[in-house]
């Protein structure tokens, strides 16, 4: 397992925006693919976007033009912005990396999740 570290959620009203960061930590030689997915109370969760580390990005019908996600290699982070949020945003929001490469083997991962609150 590759420990995951999710931050910036929090309370808004509809139309402000946040930012979401999800650091990996340990030795880490590349992670193929950083991304974020959410589930909202009642829901499955969901995909919102993933990153490659190639820069090919996916996103969810619901969140594009509004999400754009973004990495740094170099720090092993990853980044959300949500921009125009609604409140059929609101979930918790998972950070997930697929086929980390570290001395011990190759992981994938899941943080613990952050809530995001879009008021209605």
Not at 29 to 44: E, H, L, T
Not at 85 to 107: H, I, M, Q, S, W
């Amino acid at each position: 397992q590759v420990p995951l570290v999710e931050s910036g959620g929090g309370l808004v009203r509809p139309g402000e925006s946040l930012t979401l960061s999800c650091v990996a930590s340990g030795t880490i030689f590349s992670i193929a693919v950083m991304g974020w997915y959410r589930q909202a109370p009642g829901k499955r969760r969901e995909l919102v976007a993933t990153l490659h580390k190639l820069g090919r990005s996916n996103y969810a019908d619901a969140v594009k033009g509004r999400f754009t996600i973004s990495r740094d290699n170099d720090k092993n982070t990853v980044y959300l912005q949500m921009n125009d949020l609604k409140p059929e945003d609101t979930a918790v929001y998972y950070c997930n990396t697929e086929r980390v490469a570290t001395e011990e083997g190759v992981f994938s991962s899941w943080g613990q999740g952050i809530r995001v609150t879009v008021l209605s």
